[in-house]
Nanobody
Framework: QVLLVESGGGLVQAGGSLRLSCAAS????????MGWFRQAPGKEREFVAT????????YYADSAKGRFIISRDNAKNTVYLQMNSLKPEDTAVYYC???????????????WGQGTQVTVSS
């Protein structure tokens, strides 16, 4: 079993940057693809980015392409989301999740963190 804990959220002005981290416990982290999702108030949880278990493949939502970078360090059991050029519409709770599949669908993810709030002011 893998437990996930996100950190790095906060309040930032539009145009700024944040780096989210997701630390995983357990010895099988490298066997999982990892994803980042977000959920704004009153909206459904949406896909942001995913990375394969080896880190060789990454996929992004259109809203994240060119601004966000997902990466992982299997030696540190950690996945990251570097967010640049942030916009007010990026405001949401951001969740990391683990899956056997490199997928964009939340239901394909078995394990979830508790989330970290990102607020972008205009």
């Amino acid at each position: 079993q893998v437990l996930l804990v996100e950190s790095g959220g906060g309040l930032v002005q539009a145009g700024g940057s944040l780096r989210l981290s997701c630390a995983a416990s357990g010895r099988t982290f490298s066997a999982y693809a990892m994803g980042w999702f977000r959920q704004a108030p009153g909206k459904e949880r949406e896909f942001v980015a995913t990375i394969s278990y080896s880190g060789s493949r990454t996929y992004y939502a259109d809203s994240a392409k060119g601004r966000f970078i997902i990466s992982r360090d299997n030696a540190k059991n950690t996945v990251y989301l570097q967010m640049n050029s942030l916009k007010p519409e990026d405001t949401a709770v951001y969740y990391c999740a683990a899956s056997r599949f490199t997928d964009q669908v939340p239901s394909r993810y078995d394990l979830w963190g508790q989330g970290t709030q990102v607020t972008v002011s205009s």
